[in-house]
Nanobody, 128 residues
Framework: QVQLVESGGGLVQAGGSLRLSCAAS????????MAWFRQAPGKEREFVAA????????YYADSVKGRFTISRDNAKNTVYLQMNSLKPKDKAVYYC?????????????????????WGQGTQVTVSS
C-alpha cells in the first residue's frame, strides 16, 4: 500500500516562499516518478511540477516555471516543492502524486492519468 503524506503548507504573503514535502512509503521510492498538482476552490486539479524516477528530468507548468523547483531525496523517500515569489493565484490545496508504474518515461509527466497514488493535500494560502 503506497502512502503519500504532504506537509509544509501554510499562509504566506505575496512574494514569499514555502517548501512543501511529500514523504512516501510502501514501495521502492526511487523507482517511481513523482509530481505535484494543485486544486483551487471551484477549479479542476491542475499539474504543477514533476520529476522522473532518476531525478534527472523535471517538468513544470508554465504558470510556475522559474518560481517553483521540484526535487527529490531518494534516501529519505521524499519529494519537495520549493515555491518562491508566491502569488495570490497560487492559493490552492497542493497534492503529491506518484506514478502507477516503475521507471516511467520522462515524457508526458504532466498527464494526470499516469499517477495512481495521491496524498491528502496541504493547503497553501497567499495573501496580497
Amino acid at each position: 500500500q503506497v502512502q503519500l503524506v504532504e506537509s509544509g503548507g501554510g499562509l504566506v504573503q505575496a512574494g514569499g516562499s514555502l517548501r512543501l514535502s511529500c514523504a512516501a512509503s510502501g514501495r521502492t521510492f526511487s523507482r517511481y516518478g513523482m509530481a505535484w498538482f494543485r486544486q483551487a476552490p471551484g477549479k479542476e486539479r491542475e499539474f504543477v511540477a514533476a520529476i522522473n524516477w532518476g531525478g534527472i528530468s523535471t517538468y513544470y507548468a508554465d504558470s510556475v516555471k522559474g518560481r517553483f523547483t521540484i526535487s527529490r531525496d531518494n534516501a529519505k523517500n521524499t519529494v519537495y516543492l520549493q515555491m518562491n515569489s508566491l502569488k495570490p493565484k497560487d492559493k490552492a490545496v497542493y497534492y503529491c502524486a506518484a506514478d502507477r508504474a516503475p521507471y516511467g518515461t520522462a515524457q508526458a509527466m504532466g498527464v494526470f492519468s499516469r499517477y495512481g497514488y495521491w496524498g491528502q493535500g496541504t493547503q497553501v494560502t497567499v495573501s496580497s
